[in-house]
């Protein structure tokens, strides 16, 4: 996605007497209708907290460490880290993002399956210890360059194994021998974290194969003298309850058995999607209209123009906050929904794209030609006393915020 065009200072407009987020989105159209008719984007920062109030009441087991990479948006680290969460980032920037928003250092996890030089000596000069290792090579890196580092090894499971052609993660039979390396090379190995994608069919069974694994490399590395205390089961977390009871109820007997509360075993998880996809909504403006001919090869055409179909193009598209970014290749397709029903549209109307606060962001500016999207932050009445009871107060942590109100 493009960069959410955030501010030093970022306003939040506070929703009173019955305003709504779609009354907030009908007056930035008015507001967008008057000048330059620019795509924006609404975000919901209450949204934040509601997922927060869900994850704690049905996963309480689970730390959240949020993947920077879902949402780099300062405003979201801001909130999410007065809320208390950790980090897991992937590069040097979004570690230095997120220390600017004053997360200790040991709520940090490095990420990445191939990390730069850089990264680990930038990680290793702001005390962030936390590292993920998956392979030989990585693990010699990191002895160099971060010896006091301490590593989760990253296994690889047959749920996301079936959706990828590429190695991802270390094989059971492969971490006897990272171990047995990483104490030769004097590494301390902490834990273990995996992935199970949030399209797997059978959670149960992934789920236990993955953290029978898990328990398997911990019984090794206490073999080898290493404290394994830190289990990660990783992301694919859908944004949905109904899918988060689902996870707890594959999860909750596999880490009873393997990972009681009394083990002292810190078990984390990735919720990304999670907490970000539902607060943020995109409205975009029709900009031009085409009618063209459908090619039927057994219906000739009739008199009511069903063999006709329009196609709308509007001021964002694939490769802004639709995007999903596949490599260097930059496709020139810019297809945002292949069909779909709707009413007849004109040039002027304003099309609203729910829950995509997910998309990525800076990654994506260069790829448009259009600036940086504007984004209005809103909270309602309800959603702030919430936030202010869990911890979060405008003076402290949340320092770069002020509140104006919006009402009726």
């Known amino acids: 996605m493009k960069g959410f065009a955030d501010k030093p200072n970022y306003i939040i407009e506070l929703l009173e007497g019955g305003v709504t ?69 992937t590069n040097k920037a979004e570690v230095s993002l997120v220390l600017e928003h004053d997360v200790p250092p040991e709520n940090i ?27 030989e090579a990585e693990l010699s890196k990191i002895a ?39 104490k030769e090379l004097g590494v301390q190995v902490v834990g273990v974290t995996f992935h199970i994608p949030s399209s797997c069919q059978d959670l149960q069974q992934a789920y236990t194969h993955a953290l029978s694994d898990a328990r398997c490399v911990f019984d090794m590395g206490m073999d080898l003298g290493f404290n394994m205390n830190i289990v990660d089961i990783g992301g694919g977390f859908t944004g949905s309850e109904f899918q988060l009871r689902q996870v707890q109820s594959a999860i909750k007997p596999m880490l009873d058995a393997y990972f009681p509360p009394l083990s002292g075993v810190q078990v984390l998880a990735q919720p990304g999607n999670f907490y970000v996809a539902s607060a943020f909504s995109l409205a975009v403006n029709v900009i031009a209209k085409k009618v063209v001919a459908r090619c039927w090869d057994s219906l000739s055409q009739d008199e009511n123009n069903e063999d006709t179909e329009f196609l709308y193009y509007m001021n964002e598209g694939v490769y802004g906050p639709f995007s999903s970014l596949w490599g260097p290749s930059l496709d020139q397709l810019d297809q945002v929904v292949e069909r779909c029903l709707l009413p007849e549209l004109s040039v002027g109307d304003w099309l609203l794209f729910s829950n995509m606060g997910a998309c990525g962001l800076e990654e994506l500016s260069c790829l448009s030609s259009s600036p940086q999207l504007p984004v209005y932050y809103t909270v309602s009445t309800h959603d702030w006393y919430e936030m202010q009871e869990a911890g979060v107060a405008l003076d402290s942590t949340m320092k770069n915020f002020s509140m104006v109100q919006y009402s009726a």
């Open 144 to 182: 160099r360059l971060h010896p006091s580092a301490k590593l989760l090894l990253q296994l690889t499971t047959e749920a996301h194994a079936a959706e990828t052609s590429m190695a991802f993660g270390s094989s059971l039979k492969s971490c006897r021998h990272l171990l047995e390396a990483a």
């Open 109 to 135: 996890i490095l990420s990445g399956v191939c990390k730069q030089l850089a990264h680990i000596k930038h990680a290793a000069k702001n005390n962030i210890e936390h590292l993920v290792c998956e392979n």
């Open 21 to 89: 987020l779609e009354d907030v989105i009908d007056g930035h159209i008015c507001e967008q209708a008057l000048v330059e008719k620019s795509a924006f984007v609404v975000g919901d920062l209450g949204a934040l907290m509601r997922q927060h109030v869900c994850w704690q009441s049905t996963v309480p087991q689970l730390q959240p460490y949020f993947p920077v990479r879902c949402n780099s948006s300062p405003a979201v680290i801001e909130v999410l880290a007065s809320l208390g969460l950790g980090f897991v980032c």
